[in-house]
């Protein structure tokens, strides 16, 4: 079983890959209607980032964030991806598939989970509902 404060930092780490990869894409975005969802998606994922470290933090936890060898793989694969095709459909795409993976992790965190707090939980339905939320949008420009 995992504990809350783990799940707390899954949901830390998500949000902030989520960032990483609109941050990564977002200068090829030739599309402002793209440009503007993929924005309005950063800053759900800043929302839900500051709200699991703030939890992490009044546990008495600092949050745990992404490793820089991480970081830098999902720079580089979603780079190279966006030079050679920045079409918006490209790009809805690679977002599709960021969020489909923060989806079937998160559910399997959450399940493998000993949740009792209703604020953790409310914070993970979130992630989720963000996470299914942005693949809707993100459909439109396919």
Do not use: W
Not at 93 to 122: A, F, H, N, W
Request: charged residues 25%; aromatic residues 4%.
């Amino acid at each position: 079983m995992l504990s809350e404060n783990q799940l707390l930092n899954h949901i830390y780490q998500t949000a902030e890959m989520g960032r990483e990869g609109i941050q990564s894409v977002l200068k090829y975005t030739e599309d402002p209607k793209l440009a503007g969802a993929l924005n309005s998606q950063y800053t759900e994922y800043e929302k839900l980032q500051n709200a699991a470290g703030s939890l992490l933090q009044a546990r008495g936890e600092a949050p745990k964030g992404l490793g820089p060898v991480v970081k830098a793989s999902s720079e580089v694969m979603s780079t190279v991806k966006a030079m050679t095709d920045r079409s918006s459909a490209n790009i809805a795409e690679m977002m599709i598939q960021g969020s489909t993976m923060g989806v079937t992790k998160s559910l399997r965190t959450i399940r493998d989970c000993d949740l009792r707090d209703e604020g953790v939980r409310r914070l993970a339905d979130k992630l989720l509902k963000t996470e299914q939320a942005n693949i809707e949008e993100m459909k439109r420009f396919l």
